[in-house]
Nanobody, 118 residues
């Protein structure tokens, strides 16, 4: 399984960006998909997820500003980010996971940098 993230860049505070993640496998094989982010010296943080039942969850800091959407026909999962803040600056990673008898298996995209200027 391969994930390819794209769409990062530089944006001013208050602006918007859309990240996209192309997944090489059918969504039917996954438990959930979504996005994490990481800044230097900090642990990777879950930003938003969407389950196969289309239930979404978000970290409190992005609620009302970010939206995770999936397109099953195109095998993509997107992160729509609005009202961006400088503290949203991070490398964003898309993921997909499976719940196997041996445990949870996570597949990662390569990361895309989002920089929000004040």
């Amino acid at each position: 399984v391969q994930l390819q993230a794209s769409g990062g860049g530089l944006v001013q505070a208050g602006g918007s960006l859309r990240l996209s993640c192309a997944v090489s496998a059918s969504f039917h094989s996954f438990n959930s998909l979504g996005w994490y982010r990481q800044t230097p010296g900090k642990e990777r943080e879950l930003v938003g997820t969407i389950t196969m039942g289309r239930v979404t969850t978000y970290v409190d800091s992005v609620k009302g500003r970010f939206t995770v959407l999936r397109d099953d026909a195109k095998n993509t999962v997107n992160l729509h980010m609005n009202s961006l803040k400088p503290e949203d600056t991070a490398i964003y990673y898309c993921y997909a996971d499976q719940l196997l008898p041996s445990g949870r298996r996570v597949y990662w995209g390569q990361g895309t940098l989002v920089t929000v200027s004040s």
